[in-house]
C-alpha cells in the first residue's frame, strides 16, 4: 500500500508499541489481529519497540553531548573546552620556600672555617614530605649547592658545636622553592615513524608533565601549545657567564629568557581527569609525491610551463616538519608530577621527612666523614605552602569555557580578564575565586594624586585562594607575581592592572523548623543541614554575592517532614584567634528587603566550617 501514514514523533518504548499495534491493525487487519501479551506477534513488536526506545535514547544522548551546556560525559567536556580554547584546570601544586639544612665539619685552627669539601649539592628533584603516614610529597625543581653563596642564593651559615669555645660543627641553611607533588616516570617505545602519533598517561591527580627525553641520544622533546610552534622560551640563568652585558641586574631579573627551536616537541591534553594524552609531531622520513613550493606554482617558467594543474597529494603538507618530527624506532621516557590539591597546603614546620635526594659533595678528603655528613640533611618549612587547588569540576568548566571563549586569546573587557585568569594553567597556582572591576573615583582625586584614593585608570582584580583545608585564603606573593605574568601577554598595552585580595566575611547560619507528624526530629534536622551545606559550599558563591535569604527559607521548606521554616538568621563569625577572617560585619545594616548585601569593597560570604557554623533546631506553636 502506497503513502502509508508513519508517525515520526515516538520516542520511549511505550509510544512505539502503540504506534506499531495501530499501524498493525490499520493495514494488516486480515492478517494478524492477535495482540495479547504472549502472543508471538506482540512479542516481536516488543523487541521493535525495544530498539526503536534504545535507538532514540543515545540519538538524544549524543545530539545533547555535542553541546557545552547540556554535555554530561568528561571526556565530551573536556574535548568542547579544548575546542573553545579552555584548557580545563587540574589539582595545581602547591609551593613553599623549603629550608633545606646540613651540618659541615670545621676546618683546622686558627681559623676553623667551615670545611667547603664538605658542604653538600642536591641534585633537582630532592623529594620531602610530612612525618604522618599518607602526607603530600613535595620536591624541588632547582639544584640546592651549598658551595655557592649570592645575593639571590645565599647560604646562611652558624655555629653549631663547640668545643673549648672553638667551632667544631656549622651548620649550612639554603632556601629553595618546593612544589607539591610526586615525581613519577612512565616510559613509550615507538616503532616506524607514525603521523601524530598519540600515547596516554592514565594516573589519579597528573598536574603536569615535567620532562620528556630519549633514551638512547638524551635529547630532549618540548611541550608546545600547539605543534606549529616551533621554539619554546627556555629560562636561563643570569650569570656573568652566560649574560656579561645583563648579569648587574641579576637581582632583579635572575633569569632571561631565550627562544629555543624545538624540532622534537609534543602537545599534551586531557581527556578526562586521570588521562592525559600526549600528540607528537608529524614528520616522517618517507614522503611520497612532492610538496608544492608557493614561489614556482603558478608563475610559469621560460618555457611557458607552470603548475597549476598538477596535482599534489594533500597529506604531503603534514609528512613534513612543519608540525615537528615523529618519533622514529625510540623509546621515550617521560617524568610527570602527581599530587597537588587544596590538601597540599600544608602548614608550618611539617614537611621534615627526606624521601629521596641524589647527594655528592665537591671533593672530599675522607668518605667516611661525608657519609655521616650525610645524615645531617634536613629540611623544614618556616612558612605554609599556598597554591594548590582541586582543579575544575564540570560544572566551572562549562562555566570558563563560557567565559573565556568570546575573549578570543586577549583580554579587553573585564568578562575577558576574568576568563583568561579562570584558564591559567594550574601549574602556576590555582584562584579559588576572581571578581574584575574598575576602580572609582573622579580625575581630580587622581591627579591630586592623594594618598589611599582609588586609580580610576586602573582594572582591580580582587583574588582569593584555598587554604590547606580549602577554605578562602589570601594569595601568596607567588601566585600574585605568576598572576601578573600570565595577564601579561594578554593584557592591552595600556591597561593597569592592581591585583588586590578580596575581603573574606565569615558567617553562621542558624534556623528554626516545625516538623510534621510522624517525622523524626534528627532526620529532618540532617536533611534540612545536608541541603545547607550544598547551598553554602564555596564552589557555589562568588565575590559581591549576596545572601537571598528567600531562597534559603525555600531550599529548607523543600526538605521532607518540614512544616514551617520559622525562622533563618544569619550571624558574623569573626577573630583570627578563633579560626576567622579578621573582618567583622555588620549583617544587619547590611540586610534589605530579606537580602544581604556584601560591601562596597569586593567580599565573599563563607561558611568557613559546614558542619559546625551551620545550625538548627526544631521547635513548636
Known sequence: MANKNITYLNKDFTTFKNALIEYAKTYYPTTYNDFSTSSPGTMFIDMASYVGDVL????????????????????????????????????????VQLEVLQQAPAGPAPYYDPEVNYAMIIEAGLQVRGNTPGSTFFYTPNRVNFNLSSSIDPTDISVYQTAGGNPVTYLLKKSTTALSGEVKTTTFTFGVGERFSIRNIQDANIIEILNVYDQTTGERWYEVPYLAQDYVLNPVANTALAYPELYQEANQVPYILERVPAPKRFVSRFTSRDILQLEFGAGIQAVSGSIPDPFNVGIGTVNGIDMLTTAFDPTNFV?????????????????????????????????????SSNVSFPNPTNPGIAAQIQTTLATNNAAQAVGGGDGDTPESIKLNTLAQFPSQMRAVTQQDYLGTLLGMPSKFGQVAKAYVTKDTATFAEYLEGRPGERDPLATSIYLLSYDANGAFTVPGPALLKNIQTYLEQYRMLTDT??????????????????????????????????????????????????????????????????QTVQNVSIKNLAGINSGYSQYSYDISAATLNGVIYPSLDPSIFEVKYLDTDIQGRVVTF
Open 56 to 95: 532514540s535514547f543515545y540519538l538524544d544522548n549524543q545530539t545533547q553531548e555535542t553541546f557545552l551546556e547540556y554535555a554530561k560525559q568528561t571526556n565530551n567536556l573536556y574535548a568542547l573546552a579544548y575546542m573553545l580554547g579552555y584548557r580545563p584546570k587540574v589539582p595545581s601544586a602547591a609551593n
Open 319 to 355: 609528512t613534513n616538519k612543519s608540525y615537528g618530527v615523529a618519533p622514529n624506532n625510540t623509546t621515550l621516557t617521560v617524568q610527570y608530577l602527581v599530587g597537588g590539591g587544596a590538601a597540599a597546603n600544608v602548614g608550618v614546620n611539617t614537611l621534615t621527612q627526606i624521601a
Open 497 to 562: 592592572i592592581i591585583l588586590k585580595p578580596a575581603y573574606i566575611v565569615n558567617i553562621q547560619v542558624n534556623f528554626d523548623i516545625i516538623i510534621r507528624p510522624n517525622f523524626t526530629s534528627r532526620d529532618v534536622l540532617n536533611g534540612c543541614l545536608s541541603v545547607l551545606r550544598g547551598y553554602f559550599a564555596r564552589e557555589n558563591w562568588q565575590i559581591n554575592q549576596p545572601i537571598i535569604l528567600s531562597e534559603v527559607y525555600t531550599i529548607i521548606d523543600q526538605v521532607a517532614g518540614v
